[in-house]
Protein backbone atom coordinates (compact mmCIF):
# COMPACT_ATOMS: atom_id res chain seq x y z
CA UNK A 1 0.00 0.00 0.00
CA UNK A 2 2.98 2.34 0.91
CA UNK A 3 5.50 2.67 -1.76
CA UNK A 4 9.17 4.47 -1.42
CA UNK A 5 11.30 5.72 -3.71
CA UNK A 6 14.90 6.65 -3.10
CA UNK A 7 16.86 8.82 -5.19
CA UNK A 8 20.00 11.28 -4.97
CA UNK A 9 23.05 8.89 -4.74
CA UNK A 10 25.84 8.87 -6.58
CA UNK A 11 29.60 9.02 -6.21
CA UNK A 12 31.39 11.63 -4.30
CA UNK A 13 35.01 12.60 -2.88
CA UNK A 14 35.69 12.47 1.00
CA UNK A 15 34.56 15.94 2.65
CA UNK A 16 31.47 16.47 0.31
CA UNK A 17 28.02 16.47 0.47
CA UNK A 18 24.78 14.90 -0.79
CA UNK A 19 21.27 14.91 -0.35
CA UNK A 20 18.80 11.65 -0.49
CA UNK A 21 15.34 12.02 -1.28
CA UNK A 22 12.87 9.36 -0.66
CA UNK A 23 9.12 9.83 -1.81
CA UNK A 24 5.95 8.13 -0.48
CA UNK A 25 3.19 7.24 -2.30
CA UNK A 26 -0.53 5.26 -0.59
CA UNK A 27 -1.46 5.88 2.58
CA UNK A 28 -1.26 8.82 4.78
CA UNK A 29 2.35 10.19 5.09
CA UNK A 30 2.08 12.73 8.07
CA UNK A 31 1.20 9.68 10.46
CA UNK A 32 4.26 8.11 9.79
CA UNK A 33 7.93 8.00 11.30
CA UNK A 34 9.90 8.13 8.89
CA UNK A 35 14.01 6.28 8.99
CA UNK A 36 16.88 5.78 7.09
CA UNK A 37 19.46 2.94 7.29
CA UNK A 38 22.26 1.58 5.06
CA UNK A 39 24.02 -1.00 4.84
CA UNK A 40 27.48 -1.97 3.38
CA UNK A 41 29.36 -4.97 1.63
CA UNK A 42 30.09 -7.42 4.22
CA UNK A 43 28.05 -5.84 7.16
CA UNK A 44 24.41 -5.90 8.16
CA UNK A 45 21.97 -2.93 8.03
CA UNK A 46 22.46 0.04 10.07
CA UNK A 47 20.56 2.43 11.36
CA UNK A 48 21.18 6.16 10.34
CA UNK A 49 18.34 8.29 11.43
CA UNK A 50 14.77 9.03 12.27
CA UNK A 51 11.84 11.75 12.36
CA UNK A 52 8.85 11.05 13.93
CA UNK A 53 5.08 12.27 12.55
CA UNK A 54 5.45 16.09 12.66
CA UNK A 55 9.30 16.36 12.38
CA UNK A 56 9.46 17.52 16.01
CA UNK A 57 12.14 14.60 17.66
CA UNK A 58 14.98 13.50 15.09
CA UNK A 59 17.38 10.75 16.16
CA UNK A 60 20.81 9.71 14.67
CA UNK A 61 23.44 7.22 14.80
CA UNK A 62 26.33 8.46 16.88
CA UNK A 63 28.51 7.49 13.51
CA UNK A 64 26.33 10.20 11.80
CA UNK A 65 25.31 13.01 14.24
CA UNK A 66 26.24 16.40 13.55
CA UNK A 67 27.22 15.51 9.98
CA UNK A 68 23.88 13.69 8.95
CA UNK A 69 20.23 15.58 9.31
CA UNK A 70 17.00 14.38 8.52
CA UNK A 71 13.93 16.40 7.29
CA UNK A 72 10.67 15.65 5.84
CA UNK A 73 8.04 18.05 3.77
CA UNK A 74 4.43 16.29 4.71
CA UNK A 75 2.62 18.03 2.15
CA UNK A 76 5.31 16.86 -0.89
CA UNK A 77 5.52 13.04 1.12
CA UNK A 78 8.98 13.64 0.87
CA UNK A 79 11.78 12.71 3.22
CA UNK A 80 15.15 13.64 2.99
CA UNK A 81 19.00 13.50 4.09
CA UNK A 82 21.40 16.11 3.82
CA UNK A 83 25.13 14.34 4.42
CA UNK A 84 27.79 16.76 5.24
CA UNK A 85 31.84 15.68 5.18
CA UNK A 86 31.31 12.42 3.75
CA UNK A 87 33.49 9.52 4.62
CA UNK A 88 34.34 6.33 2.79
CA UNK A 89 33.32 4.30 5.69
CA UNK A 90 29.50 5.72 4.63
CA UNK A 91 29.79 3.98 1.28
CA UNK A 92 26.92 2.01 1.49
CA UNK A 93 23.27 1.59 -0.51
CA UNK A 94 20.81 3.51 2.08
CA UNK A 95 16.85 2.76 2.22
CA UNK A 96 13.89 4.67 3.69
CA UNK A 97 11.64 2.97 5.38
CA UNK A 98 7.75 3.92 7.37
CA UNK A 99 6.54 2.95 10.27
CA UNK A 100 3.09 3.21 9.79
CA UNK A 101 2.13 2.68 13.29
CA UNK A 102 4.10 5.22 15.08
CA UNK A 103 2.82 7.11 17.56
CA UNK A 104 3.76 11.10 17.96
CA UNK A 105 7.14 11.78 19.62
CA UNK A 106 8.65 8.28 18.26
CA UNK A 107 11.57 8.08 15.80
CA UNK A 108 12.65 4.33 15.79
CA UNK A 109 16.52 3.28 15.53
CA UNK A 110 15.21 -0.45 15.40
CA UNK A 111 14.38 -1.36 11.96
CA UNK A 112 11.77 -4.06 13.38
CA UNK A 113 9.27 -0.79 13.86
CA UNK A 114 9.40 -0.26 10.18
CA UNK A 115 6.71 -1.70 7.62
CA UNK A 116 7.38 -0.55 4.46
CA UNK A 117 10.84 -0.39 2.35
CA UNK A 118 12.33 1.35 -0.46
CA UNK A 119 15.19 -0.27 -3.19
CA UNK A 120 17.56 1.90 -1.81
CA UNK A 121 20.45 4.39 -3.67
CA UNK A 122 23.84 3.74 -3.19
CA UNK A 123 26.01 5.62 -2.48
CA UNK A 124 29.99 5.83 -2.59
CA UNK A 125 32.69 8.15 -0.92
CA UNK A 126 36.12 8.11 -2.77
CA UNK A 127 39.54 8.52 -0.34
Known amino acids: QVQLVESGGGLVQAGGSLRLSCAASGGTFGSYAMGWFRRAPGKEREFVGA????????SYADSVQRRFFISRINAERTVTLQMNNLKPEDTATYYC????????????????????WGQGTQVTVSS
Open 51 to 58: ISQGGSVR
Open 97 to 116: AADVNAISGVASRWHEAYDF
